[in-house]
């Protein structure tokens, strides 16, 4: 057997080719150790009735090498079949980097399975690419990036995050002895119904050592855990495959979307802090961008959006403190609902009468900067850009497309449309000092089948990234917002392209304390866009204050949505107060180490930065009952503190050893229903 070893800050991927050359197998994955002896992955005992291929941790398992267990490549030639039987050839290593190269004389086909685990980080990146080095076409009628095999003994417990419009990033798990569990989206985008990540553990040691895996794309995807009767599972993931079938045209080839692999000894929340240090790495220079208090006018004026009235939020919004006030959607010509006006990108004077520059004039005035708002794969049917380019809708050929909030998709697999989409962004952004872009989508791609040879979702994908990834050279200093109907887009495909990700459009404050739980047991911190706002629960109704309100968008990125005309003098002067605290610790919640607090009703983050750490705590009970028993003054135990270091927490100084037994004060039963603390080393 051939092995390689990838070591990552305190976990290692080991692989192996056995002699006979037919496949790669998982050797070990896990902390540190786990590759210094004989590996535990590999089937003993009788193997009557199956082929070793279906019993052996198979690093991608083609057809054609094995059949009763899953298959990540499924791809059939001129002849036919659909088998596949690559060898290893050859093998090229780098700086924490690996290629395993297999050919099929039969079919011509080239499979490289592609590593990269790099030294400070914990994760191993996996994907695939897949050559046509014959003279005819193959079709690839499965195609996943990557195969995760992880140590279940006693069955796994599985956990995903679900959800739906307004309720994004619901944690759920469920265990099983025996059986398959998938998620995917078939929208053309994230969706909101899954997340593409899923984390396996043991059902015997459920906070024990957890293996996760998510998916870098945007479009379509699948994800699925096959838990096995030999005690380990199997995480598969990929590009959901197309109905038709995917053409590799001889002389071509195929790249599969990035599939990253994280395991972590210390359960779902280090499993979540490996996932948020991977996030910080792809987003590389940018974290060093100030991730400036926002306000946004959407809830406050919705489509009715006019500069007299903006400039009036705008005002307010400077006492609350905010340093970028951006306008939502309704600032374009026609745009008076959802009916009609998108496509047609230009200011609509009626909203602004003295044009675009002056309004974001007054607000440099006012010490503001301007963000702008736009949803650019999307057109109305009754817009200019429809009537001018009727081709470029995306339908299938003789069927009406379906409207889906009023509106239908651009079809930007098309150059002519990705062209389009980038000369309008690049205008708007030339033409006015816009330092924030929301960036929106708000159809999903739910009709508009499989035709055959062409890949509808990779060339969408591919256009849109390539879009995104121009805006970050060609205006690097456009600070960008990923949205989707709330949390539509989120993924590690946009984590490496935007700035900041909009998790809901529920702001309401139990609701969002839910939300964001979800969001952060996967994605960092640093992509969690929070914005306090008047909304009530749609879920949960409960009544909170202000200052839970502060705190819960302060554990993100801090933005105001409320309607400040209606805010008192009080309610700016505590917004202000709140808005001063957050930019003196918004990098350590930016690029601390996330742990969650609390038991019971008290929910608390604590975010440990390199000299501070951030404590957040919020009472979720019942507050009906507060204070009206005499109580115990309970405190909630931090983490991750020196024990033999003094903290000063507020006005109190008190020693590591303490605050990591005893704590901070917990709302619970106190006169506030939320507290935000920082905890600094004293000499
Ligand atoms: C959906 C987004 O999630 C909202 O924040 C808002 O921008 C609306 N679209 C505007 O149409």
């Known amino acids: 057997?051939?092995?390689?070893?990838?070591?990552?800050?305190?976990?290692?991927?080991?692989?192996?080719?056995?002699?006979?050359?037919?496949?790669?197998?998982?050797?070990?994955?896990?902390?540190?150790?786990?590759?210094?002896?004989?590996?535990?992955?590999?089937?003993?005992?009788?193997?009557?009735?199956?082929?070793?291929?279906?019993?052996?941790?198979?690093?991608?398992?083609?057809?054609?090498?094995?059949?009763?267990?899953?298959t990540e490549l499924v791809v059939s030639g001129p002849a036919g079949s659909d088998e596949s039987r690559p060898v290893f050839v050859d093998s090229v290593e780098g700086n924490g980097t690996l290629d395993l190269i297999f050919v099929d004389p039969l079919t011509s086909l080239r499979l490289i399975l592609h590593y990269r685990m790099l030294a400070q980080l914990d994760v191993v990146e996996r994907w695939v690419s897949i050559h046509n080095d014959g003279e005819t076409e193959l079709t690839l009628h499965h195609h996943d990036s990557a195969a995760f095999v992880v140590p279940t003994d006693n069955g796994a417990v599985i956990r995903y995050l679900w959800g739906e419009w307004n309720s994004e990033f619901q944690q759920a798990s469920v265990s099983m002895r025996r059986g398959r569990f998938t998620i995917d989206s078939r929208q053309g985008i994230t969706g909101h119904s899954y997340s593409p990540f899923l984390s396996v553990a043991d059902t015997r040691d459920p906070a024990g050592t957890t293996w996760g895996v998510q998916l870098a794309w945007s479009g379509s995807w699948q994800l699925s855990a096959d838990v096995d009767t030999m005690g380990q599972t199997r995480i598969q993931t990929g590009r959901l495959p197309s109905t038709l079938g995917l053409t590799l045209e001889a002389g071509s080839?195929?790249?599969?979307?990035?599939?990253?692999?994280?395991?972590?000894?210390?359960?779902?929340?280090?499993?979540?802090?490996?996932?948020?240090?991977?996030?910080?790495?792809?987003?590389?220079?940018?974290?060093?961008?100030?991730?400036?208090?926002?306000?946004?006018?959407?809830?406050?004026?919705?489509?009715?959006v006019r500069a007299d009235q903006q400039l009036e939020l705008a005002r307010r919004a400077v006492r609350a403190g905010v340093e970028t006030f951006v306008v939502d959607d309704g600032w374009f010509t026609g745009r008076t609902d959802s009916t009609s006006g998108l496509g047609d990108w230009e200011v609509d004077p009626a909203a602004f009468p003295n044009g675009l520059t002056a309004f974001i004039a007054d607000l440099g005035d006012l010490g503001l900067d301007f963000g702008l708002w736009v949803e650019p794969e999307s057109v109305n049917p009754g817009s200019e850009l429809a009537a001018k380019h009727p081709e470029w809708i995306l339908r299938t050929e003789d069927r009406e497309p379906l409207q889906v909030r009023n509106q239908l998709l651009l079809d930007l697999s098309r150059e002519d449309v990705a062209g389009w989409i980038w000369e309008t962004l690049d205008r708007l952004l030339s033409s006015y000092d816009i330092s924030y872009l929301k960036w929106d989508a708000n159809r999903a791609r739910l009709d508009a089948g499989e035709v055959r040879g062409r890949d509808l979702d990779g060339s969408v994908v591919a256009n849109l990234y390539r879009i995104l990834e121009r805006l970050r050279t060609d205006h690097p200093g456009v600070f960008v917002e990923g949205c989707a109907s709330g949390g539509g887009r989120v993924d590690l495909g946009m984590a490496a392209r935007v700035d900041t990700l909009w998790p809901s459009d529920n702001t309401a404050p139990l609701d969002r304390l839910r939300i964001q739980r979800g969001f952060l047991s996967g994605y960092s911190p640093h992509l969690m866009s929070s914005w306090v706002t008047d909304e009530a629960g749609t879920v949960d109704g409960r009544e909170r204050s202000l200052d839970f309100r502060f705190h819960l968008a302060m554990s993100g990125g801090l933005g105001i949505g409320g309607d400040l005309t209606n805010w008192s003098d009080e309610q700016l002067t505590a917004a202000a107060g709140h808005v001063a605290q957050y930019r003196e610790i918004r990098n350590v919640v930016a690029l601390g180490n996330v742990y969650w607090l609390g038991e019971g009703t008290t929910v608390g983050l604590q975010y440990v930065g390199a000299d501070r750490a951030v404590v957040f705590l919020w009472d979720t009970g019942d507050l009906a009952v507060r204070a009206s028993m005499p109580t115990r003054a309970r405190r909630v135990p931090l983490v991750g503190l020196d024990p033999t270091k003094n903290y000063r927490v507020g006005e109190e100084v008190h020693p590591g050893s303490y605050l990591i037994r005893v704590g901070v004060p917990d709302p619970r039963g106190g006169a506030t229903d939320s507290s935000c603390w920082v905890v600094t080393a004293v000499d």
Do not use: I
Not at 14 to 32: E, I, K, N, S, Y
Not at 64 to 70: D, E, F, S
Not at 255 to 270: K, M
Not at 271 to 300: C, D, I, M, P
């Open 1 to 70: 057997m051939r092995r390689w070893t990838l070591r990552g800050a305190t976990t290692s991927y080991v692989v192996g080719v056995p002699d006979h050359q037919q496949w790669a197998q998982l050797l070990a994955w896990g902390p540190h150790g786990v590759e210094d002896g004989p590996s535990n992955l590999s089937p003993t005992g009788r193997l009557d009735f199956l082929t070793e291929a279906d019993t052996e941790p198979l690093e991608y398992a083609v057809r054609g090498v094995r059949y009763a267990n899953p």
């Open 253 to 304: 080839s195929w790249v599969s979307p990035v599939a990253v692999g994280a395991c972590s000894a210390e359960g779902s929340d280090g499993l979540a802090r490996s996932f948020h240090a991977y996030q910080r790495s792809l987003a590389g220079e940018r974290l060093e961008l100030t991730r400036k208090v926002v306000y946004n006018s959407w809830y406050a004026t919705k489509f009715d």
